[in-house]
């Protein structure tokens, strides 16, 4: 088992679900332990009449799960959907005139859009696909900031059942031009620059530089007006989403399609330099999307929620684009960041909106805390009821200061473990009926059969560490990696013989069964709450003319989670003094380039080795205990250049 299978947290606070809250909460106890009976005693049961309750079929399914396929999984195979329907239409009747979304801009003004404006805004942006040439199955980029045309963009595609691949507007031309390329795509959808803590960020121009670096199946690009800035517009190619909507009718029928119809594809980090195209299928998504808004978020039809993510990461598709809207809720999105103009634009956020459920990373709030508990003992923050976090373990720390002084002490914390390829919530607290420890995702939820494992995959003892794993398929899993079959079986299935998800995380259970998150597997970062491949940055670095070899590693950080160090060897001599210093920042400003400002190393140290086995394998544990400064204990000797360490501990 690796290395960093090594509990060191040891907390034994407990907090019991507020009376108050639990006497209101959409899951009591009673509910929940029936939830957890049915799903032992009849698992697809358990699923078929949740996703017959969640969701409005078009053909009912007759089928539960498929798993002739394995690991292939599918579900409600049979049955026909179409997902914008189930986000908008159903509730127009009931919730017409209810905020959908209430958008806060980088500069403070804001919009409301009610259910209805939201579906008169899809159907006729959907419609503009259609003219551009968009048919149920074309993959569609979104490279958009945070603005509201970003979700009726995914809304849109869901609608006429073509496929969106969103990428994070923070990514590179050249991370851009990847995914394009990876997914086949037919049409960007971006803007002409985004807003963010005061700062332009030139969307179409790095749009621009993806294309002029060759994306042949691009046809068409779309590009929404936030800026007002001068911008190329490309002849035959590009054009303006106002004129695309200009005279489109308002109606457009949702194209019905089956259960498993990709919804969308989202690029995500592993244990190679290439990103990874995460498949997700139509009906199975949206049900664990819809419950674990109901179940971990409690939302109830008179609340405001607001999940701080960029629709650029699952957690932005889940808890923005989809899974709120598909339970009829009103949220907030906002396209700022929580520092700008000052440090308590957050708590004001949730002043001037009455946000009741709150969800954000452990990064933010480590960022925030750091400011002082003044700043937000500045905002009237008595609408919260439940707090939510994502993304990384949150220190306790970190967890005692957002429940006393975000929380007042009166809301639940939901600490929520999942991933991109999941889809929804995986292991959460359900905060009406079960108690919570800072530091602990807690339990599993209904239906979802995690464990830790050995690497033979027995169950591992209390209190020790192993592979966290989840047991039976579920109906938000993703389906495969796009064009990938043999990535999809290596590195989920393949270590436990097809019957169990690696999630790639270490972990462990302490005596009542709750899950302590330890850390990955495998060589992905998270890095202010995203989620980084280490050979990804080095792949970069090594595409630098002067570099030769890279290795990169983590190193903890305080406010971000990890910090990114890079060993890095250059062509000819090693550089020191003034030339370090000139290749460090060029070498920041290439990996910005190549990928985007999240993935700059916080430190690069030029050596002239790296430490190797005989095998050739870079030692990645040593250096990560010679990036956080540790003095080294164990045997050295196997190195086939023990040489070498004092270089990379810059004592030589
Ligand atoms: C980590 C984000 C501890 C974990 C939704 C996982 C967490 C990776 C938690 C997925 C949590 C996510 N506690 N660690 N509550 N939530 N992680 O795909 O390592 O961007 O494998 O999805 O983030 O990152 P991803």
């Avoid at 929520?416 to 995986?426: C, D, F, I, N, R």
Wanted: aromatic share 8%.
């Amino acid at each position: 088992m690796s290395e960093n299978i090594e509990s060191v947290l040891h907390e034994e606070r407990v907090f019991n679900p507020p009376e108050a809250f639990a006497a209101n909460a959409r899951i009591d106890k009673a509910r929940l332990a029936e939830l957890h009976e049915k799903a032992e005693k009849d698992y697809e049961g358990f699923w078929g009449d949740l996703a017959r309750e969640e969701i409005d079929w078009h053909k009912p399914f007759t089928r539960i799960l498929d798993d002739s396929n394995a690991p292939h999984f599918e579900w409600f195979n049979d049955g026909e959907l179409n997902v914008s329907y189930n986000c908008i239409d159903r509730h127009l009747e009931t919730r017409g005139d209810k905020a959908a979304i209430i958008w806060e801009s980088d500069e403070g003004d804001s919009l409301t859009i009610t259910y209805k404006d939201l579906h008169d805004r899809v159907a006729q942006f959907a419609n503009a696909l259609k003219a551009q040439s968009i048919e149920k199955g074309d993959r569609v980029v979104i490279y958009m900031p945070m603005v509201p045309e970003a979700v009726v963009a995914m809304q849109a595609c869901a609608r006429i059942g073509a496929i969106h691949s969103v990428v994070f507007g923070g990514f590179s031309a050249e991370a851009l031009r990847d995914r394009i390329n990876d997914a086949g795509a037919k049409m960007v959808i971006t803007a002409d620059a985004g807003k963010r803590g005061g700062r332009t960020v030139p969307l179409k121009k790095q749009a621009d530089t993806a294309m002029e670096h060759g994306c042949p199946s691009i046809e068409k690009m779309v590009v929404y007006r936030r800026a007002e800035g001068d911008v190329h517009m490309e002849d035959g190619r590009d054009v303006w989403w106002h004129d695309a909507i200009d005279g489109q009718s308002t109606e457009c029928a949702p194209e019905i399609v089956d259960a498993e119809h990709p919804l969308f594809l989202l690029y995500t980090s592993g244990s190679t330099g290439k990103p990874k195209g995460v498949q997700h299928a139509s009906a199975g998504y949206l049900l664990n999307a819809a419950l674990t808004n109901k179940w971990v978020f409690d939302l109830h039809d008179d609340d405001v929620f607001w999940c701080t993510a960029d629709v650029g990461w699952i957690t932005g598709h889940t808890y923005i684009a989809y899974g709120p809207l598909a339970v009829g809720a009103t949220q907030v999105m906002f396209e700022g960041v929580p520092t700008y103009p000052d440090g308590g634009r957050f708590w004001k956020v949730c002043q001037d909106h009455g946000v009741t459920v709150f969800y954000t990373a452990p990064t933010a709030i480590r960022a925030l805390m750091k400011l002082g508990e003044d700043i937000p003992r500045n905002y009237d923050l008595s609408r919260l009821r439940l707090l939510g976090t994502v993304g990384e373990p949150i220190n306790p720390e970190a967890w005692m200061w957002y429940h006393e002084v975000i929380g007042g002490g009166r809301c639940p914390i939901v600490d929520t473990w999942w991933q991109t390829e999941t889809g929804a919530h995986m292991i959460a607290p359900i905060p009406g009926a079960e108690p919570t420890k800072p530091g602990s995702c807690t339990t599993a939820l209904p239906g979802i059969m995690a464990d830790v494992v050995d690497d033979d995959g027995n169950s591992v003892d209390p209190d020790h560490g192993g592979y966290l794993v989840i047991k039976k398929p579920w109906p938000s899993m993703l389906r495969t990696v796009w064009n990938n079959e043999a990535r999809f079986r290596s590195s989920y299935w393949e270590k436990f013989d097809n019957k169990y998800y690696l999630a790639g995380d270490s972990a462990r259970r302490d005596r009542d069964g709750y899950f302590w998150i330890m850390g990955r597997i495998d060589d992905v970062l998270s890095v202010s709450g995203h989620r980084l491949g280490t050979m990804e940055i080095e792949s970069a670095l090594v595409s630098h003319e002067k570099v030769a070899e890279a290795a990169v590693v983590g190193r903890p950080h305080d406010v971000k989670g990890e910090a990114v160090v890079a060993y890095v060897i250059c062509k000819g001599d090693r550089p020191t003094g003034d030339e370090a210093e000139a290749m460090t920042k060029a070498l920041r400003d290439w990996v910005t380039q190549e990928i985007g400002p999240i993935a700059k190393p916080d430190d690069i140290r030029f050596t002239e080795g790296l430490p190797k086995t005989r095998s050739g394998k870079i030692m990645r544990r040593l250096l990560r205990s010679i990036a956080k400064g540790e003095e080294i204990t164990s045997d050295t000797s196997t190195l086939e250049n023990e040489e070498i360490i004092p270089q990379l501990q810059g004592k030589a």
